[in-house]
C-alpha cells in the first residue's frame, strides 16, 4: 500500500543557486574493412577534451570471423571515459527526511565546498573504464538468428554518493556552516571513491517470417548482469553504497517482441520482464 505523504525536498534555495557550465569538444573517427572473405575488423578513436578535466583518447577494436557459412564468432576491446557533470560537480541541496519516526536533515555537497572537505572530499575526476566482449552468431536457417555475447566492463574512479556523515555538536563549533544541517543530521557528496567490475551475458533469438501481405520478426532477448564492487575507500564508502552499487540494477531482463510490417505501416508490441532487486 502507498499512504500519503509530503515530499522533503523542498527546491533549491536562493542561498544555493547559481549557474555552471562546462565546455568540451571531441573528434571521432572510425574504419571498418572485409581483411579476407571470412575476416572482417573494425577499429575506432574518439578524443574529448574538457576545459575542467583534461582530455582522454579512447578506443574500441571489433572483429568478426566466419567460421562456416551459419556460425560466425566475434570480439570487442574498448575503453571509455565520462567526465563529471556540472550537476555532480556543483550541487547543493538540503532535504529532511523521517528516520524512525525523527525528522533529519540531509545535506549533499558540491567537493568544492568547505562542509564537504571538511568531511574528506576531493576533486572528482573522470571514470575511465575498459571493456571486454565475446560472442557468437548462428543462422541455422535463412530465418533464425541466434546470437550469444559475454562481456566484462572494468570501471575505476567511479563517480558515485557517498556515505552520510554524521553532525555533531563539536563539528558546528569547528564549521559553523553546518549549523545549516544541524546537530543530528548527514552530509554527503560525489566522490570517485569506488571501483566496479560487471560481467554479462545477452542472448537473442530472431524469427521472420510473412504472415499475410506483410513480414513478421519476432525476437526474445534475455540479459543478465553482475555488478561486483573491487575496491573502495572506506573513509567515504559504506556498506549501503557498496550494497546499491551492487544490487539496485536487477540482474535479469526479458524482453519479448512482436512487429509486424506492410508497406508504410508497422505494428509492434513489446513485453518486458525485469527480475529481482534490492
Known sequence: DITPSASGYGGTSPTYAGSTSESSYGVYAGLETDLTDRLSGGVMVRF???????????????????LTDSFSVRATLGSGFHAP????????????????????????????SAVAQFYGAQELKPEESDNYGVGFVFNPTDNIELTADFYRIDVSDRIYISTNFFVTAEDIEDLPALADVGVGGNVQYFTNSLDTKTTGVDLIGTYRTDIGAGGLALTLAWNHNENEVTKFDPAAIGPLQISTAENLAPNDRVNLQAGWTVGNWAINAVERYYGDWS
Do not use: C, M, R
Not at 577534451?49 to 578506443?59: I, K, L, W
Not at 545535506?107 to 568544492?112: I, S
Open 48 to 66: 574529448e577534451d574538457y576545459d575542467s578535466f583534461g582530455n582522454a583518447t579512447v578506443y574500441k577494436l571489433n572483429g568478426i570471423y566466419k
Open 85 to 112: 557533470s556540472p550537476g555532480q560537480n556543483n550541487v547543493q541541496v538540503l532535504t529532511t527526511n523521517f528516520i524512525a519516526g525523527q525528522s533529519v536533515q540531509t545535506g549533499t555537497y558540491p567537493v568544492t
